[in-house]
Nanobody, 116 residues
Framework: QVQLVESGGGLVQSGGSLRLSCTPSQNIFTTHSMAWYRQREPGKEPELVARIFPDGRTIYGNFAKDRFTISRDDAKNTLYLQMSSLKPEDTRVYYC?????????WGQGTQVTVSS
């Protein structure tokens, strides 16, 4: 079982920036793709923000392509999501995700609130 611990959420003004972090309990970056999802409210389908694969390739949700950057620091065993030009509609709970075939793990989520 892999635990994912997120941090970095909070309250920010529109146009501001935040960086989210996710640290897995094991070194899985070479075996699992890592991603950030976000969810408007419980029960709603989470939407993909960005995913990074073991070979370093990245994909982004359309809303995230120009403002968000996913990265990882293998030495620190930490996944990041740098968010800039934040908008009130980015207010969500953001979740870290790790996936390899049927092995899928989720973090507990971190709240991001963007005030107008």
């Amino acid at each position: 079982q892999v635990q994912l611990v997120e941090s970095g959420g909070g309250l920010v003004q529109s146009g501001g920036s935040l960086r989210l972090s996710c640290t897995p309990s094991q070194n899985i970056f070479t075996t699992h793709s890592m991603a950030w999802y976000r969810q408007r409210e419980p029960g709603k389908e989470p939407e993909l923000v960005a995913r990074i694969f073991p070979d370093g390739r990245t994909i982004y949700g359309n809303f995230a392509k120009d403002r968000f950057t996913i990265s990882r620091d293998d030495a620190k065993n930490t996944l990041y999501l740098q968010m800039s030009s934040l908008k009130p509609e980015d207010t969500r709970v953001y979740y870290c995700n790790a996936a390899r075939y049927q092995d899928i793990f989720w973090g507990q989520g971190t709240q991001v609130t963007v005030s107008s």
